[in-house]
């Protein structure tokens, strides 16, 4: 986060002088000196319209006091404003009568009654009745402008915010303003729905019931519904929302301005996937193999079969026949209970987090890592990732607002066209598995004399400027651009980029808490803490009594061992490898292959299926814990129901099984575990419960964190917050911004997702952490805690193979709205999914006869095939293909064989 300046200018407001920041606006100065001013079309993450009027003020000018718009007139040393004059009560009466002219009385049957503004502001500023009596303006109502958003245009009060957030933020222009005089609407342009990623927001931040999520239409009020502040686990970027319910069912998502991470905003994946969770096709009870049956069995038998099942194929075959697949969706207690079950009780290293979809641990853990904010302040970003729109959305937003609004260069390197590519400075579309030789091209000591990888020369000098003139600050954000070429040359790609000087990185690895789960250890070589097997063995094995001898296996070998029978017990821990995993052919075969699989998940899956036994896992709001972000951000999971059943979170079950393996893992509570994996985890260290819970901490710490000296984290790097009583949202929370947070908070009776230290200071750290030095003297570990892991890339051992005059090369790459489970059982998610399409270089179409696309045949040589509509588009390279992975339907898992480097296809005209 950026210091914030010690400059400020004196202001009067109501005959009280405050301070304001310089160019801050007078709304919101007035605001944090405690003078609200209302409003209906500012909000303070866009740019001021000053549209509605309501914010009008007395500004002292040279002729004395004039009427001006508070949300557009900056603060200026030494100025005078008045909030409250009859000058400035008749306005707001004028502005509201005019308002109200037409708005239709339907608060009773409104969405938006008992939080919104207008009736709000009407009640406290209002004229308190109309002038008016003249029937109003009718319209048909609701219209669709989406498969999630409906519109009343009666109630629209034309503030603009929603058609400024598709336009400045969001980046997708698709609703604007229609018509004339009191004949304008909100309305979409002909034949193009209203389908943007983050259409959602612009329902949260309608000031009114204009606007309406279709999921939540009808279902519930304010008064209601109890809520608890959380973070959303449907993609790593971690956004802080509002989880409310009403009874025993979630019935909404808020988003809340996290200023280090999300500013307010959700993508529509995230806000509507609370129906999964609602779902009644969720597992809630353990289910067991009888025969070709899964049958309903207690926990006390389905355990048992579970710990023999385990225990047999460890006594028999050896720890290494044992592998766990999964975790990533696990709060960081429950991955931690996992990987030291796995560990320190099965003795097995075969563990892995990622599906063979993500990158090798070490570079993962070990690169130097940028915030977020550090990434949108960089002087140069390269995005070596995929396409961030598609799988981390918020985190579009933020690189979007600092190319558009910043003017930090973005140099894409990526074998396809991604939705950040039109803000790039350079986009250079690299061959397959040739990115290694791209990036040591661009920190070269010498511009480039030919073509790289497929790039033009032009191009690559062009970016290595761009890359010289931002100095050190240089940030990557680093991922698997496409899943058909192997992580190990990104890895390789990454380390050429991380010889230059100073450069940092963003990992953008997609499942909502892979790294917490590599924080924990659900990773071969890695053992909790981002510690690397080798360092952490005798530390570990003091705490553990058992740790693995040797490196195991990652996801893409022990899938290939389980289809050869390798591995005897395979755990799913809400993995779907038969869907998830790049091979779709080679994970079916594991699943059938391995001698005995058990599944800890919330829904049969088409793996889980298979399994000998499914145990029932709580899932997102139903247990607390923490979790953290691509940035190592660790924020603290809200529990607002209980999971339905006898579903279990996953720690207890870790926990029980260990127990009925002859282990005991010394833990009774989530706090239990929290407590051993901050005296364990270097990278934890300093980060108690206590400190968790402080006012300054509420949007997270960045592990490993700035340690005073006092082992406590520095509260220098603390967030802003309010010194006010603490409260399940932040107590500076603009109800105009945004309307539904306060509203359930005074109204309905919410919960806290905070625990009982919630309230303190973060001044109180030093005490805590003093008294946890007197306390620890006695019992102070004999070894000394090992280094956090560094990556070290190793040789690179083989190049790309050529690739045939016959043949393409296949790129793939996950889009928001997939097969997914979580997507598949939420209603209102599952109808978004498009159709798939093969996309190719029109020059490669052209070779087919087929220049304006049509239907062909896509096969690999290794794999099957199937038939598919085929797209021109100049983003793909030439000699290149893209097709989506795991869409509804046929998709890039048929053809990938995880074996190779990269993948090759034949594509035929039908």
């Known amino acids: 986060m950026a210091e914030a300046t010690t400059e400020t200018v004196t202001i009067t407001v109501d005959g009280t002088q405050i301070e304001a920041r310089p160019g801050e606006l007078v709304i919101a100065a007035a605001e944090r000196a405690g003078v609200y001013i209302p409003r209906f079309c500012y909000h303070p993450r866009m740019r001021p319209v000053g549209m509605?009027?309501?914010?009008?003020?007395?500004?002292?000018?040279?002729?004395g006091f004039a009427l001006q718009p508070a949300?557009?007139?900056?603060?200026?040393?030494?100025?005078?404003?008045?909030?409250?004059?009859?000058?400035?009560?008749?306005?707001?009466?004028?502005?509201?009568?005019?308002?109200?002219?037409?708005?239709?009385?339907?608060?009773?049957?409104?969405?938006?009654?008992?939080?919104?503004?207008?009736?709000?502001?009407?009640?406290?500023?209002g004229p308190g009745e109309t002038r008016f009596v003249e029937e109003k303006r009718h319209w048909?109502?609701?219209?669709?402008?989406?498969?999630?958003?409906?519109?009343?245009?009666?109630?629209?009060?034309?503030?603009?915010?929603?058609?400024?957030?598709?336009?400045?933020?969001?980046?997708?222009?698709?609703?604007?303003?229609?018509g004339r005089g009191d004949h304008i609407e909100v309305n979409t342009f002909p034949d193009q729905p209203f389908s943007s990623y983050f259409s959602g927001n612009t329902v949260q931040?309608?000031?009114?019931?204009?606007?309406?999520a279709r999921p939540y239409r009808f279902r519930a009020r304010p008064w209601d519904l109890e809520q608890v502040e959380s973070t959303c686990t449907q993609c790593a970027v971690g956004c802080r929302i509002a989880v409310q319910s009403s009874g025993t069912e979630l019935t909404r998502y808020i988003g809340i301005d996290s200023d280090p991470v999300n500013h307010g905003w959700l993508c529509d994946k995230g806000r509507f996937s609370y129906e999964a969770t609602n779902s009644t096709e969720r597992v809630t009870t353990p289910l067991v193999r009888k025969g070709d049956e899964l049958v309903e069995a207690s926990?006390?038998?389905?355990?048992?079969?579970?710990?023999?099942?385990?225990?047999?194929?460890?006594?028999?075959?050896?720890?290494?026949?044992?592998?766990?697949?999964?975790?990533?969706?696990?709060?960081?207690?429950?991955?931690?209970?996992?990987?030291?079950?796995?560990?320190?009780?099965?003795?097995t290293d075969n563990v892995d987090c990622q599906l063979g979809d993500g990158l090798p641990a070490e570079a993962v853990l070990g690169l130097p890592r940028a915030t977020i904010d550090e990434t949108c302040a960089a002087s140069a970003v390269v995005l070596l990732a995929p396409d961030i729109k598609e799988e981390l959305p918020v985190l579009y937003l933020r690189l979007r607002a600092a190319a558009v609004d910043h003017g930090v260069p973005l140099i894409e390197l990526s074998p396809h066209g991604t939705g950040l590519s039109r803000y790039a400075r350079a986009s250079l579309a690299y061959r397959p598995g040739e990115a290694p030789a791209l990036a040591r091209a661009l920190v070269a000591d010498a511009d480039a004399t030919g073509d790289v990888a497929g790039v033009a020369?032009?191009?690559?000098?062009?970016?290595?400027?761009?890359?010289?003139?931002?100095?050190?600050?240089?940030?990557?954000?680093?991922?698997?651009?496409?899943?058909?070429?192997?992580?190990?040359?990104?890895?390789?790609?990454?380390?050429?980029?991380?010889?230059?000087?100073?450069?940092?990185?963003?990992?953008?690895?997609?499942?909502?808490?892979?790294?917490?789960?590599?924080?924990?250890?659900?990773?071969?070589?890695?053992?909790?803490?981002?510690?690397?097997?080798?360092?952490?063995?005798?530390?570990?094995?003091?705490?553990?009594?058992?740790?693995?001898?040797?490196?195991?296996?990652?996801?893409?070998?022990?899938?290939?061992?389980a289809a050869e029978g390798r591995i005897q017990a395979l755990v799913l821990l809400g993995?779907?490898?038969?869907?998830?995993?790049?091979?779709?052919?080679?994970?079916?075969?594991?699943?059938?292959?391995?001698?005995?699989?058990?599944?800890?998940?919330?829904?049969?899956?088409?793996?889980?299926?298979?399994?000998?036994?499914?145990?029932?896992?709580?899932?997102?709001?139903?247990?607390?814990?923490?979790?953290?972000?691509?940035?190592?951000?660790?924020?603290?999971?809200?529990?607002?129901?209980?999971?339905?059943?006898?579903?279990?979170?996953?720690?207890?079950?870790?926990?029980?099984?260990?127990?009925?393996?002859?282990?005991?893992?010394?833990?009774?509570?989530?706090?239990?575990?929290?407590?051993?994996?901050?005296?364990?985890?270097?990278?934890?260290?300093?980060?108690?419960?206590?400190?968790?819970?402080?006012?300054?901490?509420?949007?997270?710490?960045?592990?490993?964190?700035?340690?005073?000296?006092?082992?406590?984290?520095?509260?220098?790097?603390?967030?802003?917050?309010?010194?006010?009583?603490?409260?399940?949202?932040?107590?500076?929370?603009?109800?105009?911004?945004?309307?539904g947070l306060l509203a359930v908070e005074t109204q309905g009776d919410p919960s806290?997702?905070?625990?009982?230290?919630?309230?303190?200071?973060?001044?109180?750290?030093?005490?805590?952490?003093?008294?946890?030095?007197?306390?620890?003297?006695?019992?102070?570990?004999?070894?000394?805690?090992?280094?956090?892991?560094?990556?070290?890339?190793?040789?690179?051992?083989?190049?790309?193979?050529?690739?045939?005059?016959?043949?393409?090369?296949?790129?793939?790459?996950?889009?928001?709205?997939?097969?997914?489970?979580i997507t598949q059982m939420s209603p209102s998610l599952a109808a978004l999914g498009r159709t798939t399409v093969l996309r190719a270089n029109p020059y490669d179409l052209d070779r087919l006869g087929l220049g304006n696309g049509g239907r062909v045949r896509v096969r690999s040589k290794h794999r099957g095939g199937f038939v598919v509509e085929a797209v021109p588009d100049m983003a793909v390279p030439r000699g290149s293909v893209w097709v989506p992975f795991n869409p509804v339907g046929d998709g890039a898992a048929e053809l990938i064989d995880a074996t190779q480097p990269v993948n090759d296809v034949r594509v035929e005209t039908v």
């Open 71 to 125: 949300c557009f007139i900056p603060v200026a040393d030494g100025q005078e404003v008045v909030t409250t004059s009859d000058k400035v009560k008749k306005a707001q009466d004028g502005v509201l009568e005019f308002l109200l002219i037409n708005h239709p009385l339907d608060c009773p049957v409104c969405d938006k009654g008992g939080e919104c503004p207008l009736q709000d502001q009407t009640l406290t500023f």
């Open 457 to 561: 020369v032009a191009a690559v000098n062009e970016a290595r400027a761009a890359l010289r003139d931002a100095g050190e600050n240089v940030v990557v954000v680093l991922g698997r651009p496409s899943l058909a070429e192997s992580g190990e040359s990104i890895a390789d790609a990454a380390a050429a980029l991380a010889g230059r000087p100073g450069v940092r990185f963003l990992p953008a690895l997609r499942r909502s808490n892979v790294h917490g789960a590599l924080d924990m250890g659900l990773a071969p070589g890695v053992l909790p803490g981002r510690v690397s097997l080798d360092a952490g063995q005798g530390w570990f094995r003091d705490a553990w009594g058992r740790v693995p001898e040797a490196r195991g296996m990652g996801a893409s070998e022990i899938v290939a061992a």
């Open 575 to 739: 993995a779907d490898p038969a869907c998830d995993f790049p091979d779709r052919r080679l994970a079916r075969e594991a699943v059938a292959g391995a001698g005995f699989v058990v599944a800890v998940d919330t829904f049969l899956t088409e793996s889980s299926r298979h399994a000998d036994v499914v145990l029932p896992a709580a899932a997102f709001a139903e247990r607390p814990g923490t979790t953290t972000n691509l940035e190592g951000r660790v924020t603290r999971l809200g529990q607002k129901i209980v999971p339905p059943g006898v579903a279990w979170p996953d720690w207890m079950i870790a926990v029980e099984l260990a127990h009925r393996l002859g282990d005991d893992l010394g833990v009774e509570s989530l706090g239990d575990i929290w407590d051993e994996l901050c005296r364990l985890a270097p990278s934890h260290a300093g980060l108690t419960r206590d400190v968790l819970s402080y006012r300054e901490y509420r949007d997270g710490i960045v592990a490993p964190p700035a340690l005073d000296a006092h082992g406590a984290p520095d509260p220098a790097i603390a967030t802003d917050a309010s010194a006010g009583a603490s409260t399940s949202v932040p107590a500076d929370v603009d109800p105009a911004a945004t309307p």
């Open 752 to 821: 806290t997702a905070i625990d009982p230290a919630d309230g303190a200071d973060a001044a109180d750290a030093s005490d805590a952490a003093d008294a946890d030095d007197e306390g620890d003297d006695e019992a102070a570990p004999a070894l000394q805690a090992p280094p956090l892991l560094t990556f070290e890339p190793g040789e690179v051992t083989a190049d790309t193979p050529p690739l045939d005059g016959y043949a393409l090369r296949l790129v793939t790459s996950r889009p928001l709205y997939d097969a997914g489970t």
């Open 205 to 212: 931040i309608c000031p009114v019931g204009a606007l309406l």
């Open 140 to 178: 048909e109502k609701p219209i669709a402008l989406s498969e999630l958003v409906y519109i009343d245009r009666e109630r629209c009060i034309q503030c603009d915010r929603c058609t400024r957030f598709a336009d400045e933020i969001a980046g997708d222009p698709l609703i604007e303003f229609v």
């Open 299 to 347: 926990w006390g038998e389905a355990l048992g079969v579970v710990a023999n099942g385990l225990d047999n194929a460890r006594r028999v075959h050896g720890s290494s026949a044992v592998a766990v697949l999964g975790g990533a969706r696990l709060p960081n207690e429950d991955a931690y209970a996992w990987a030291r079950l796995a560990k320190g009780v099965l003795g």
């Open 52 to 63: 509605c009027r309501m914010c009008l003020v007395e500004v002292k000018g040279p002729r």
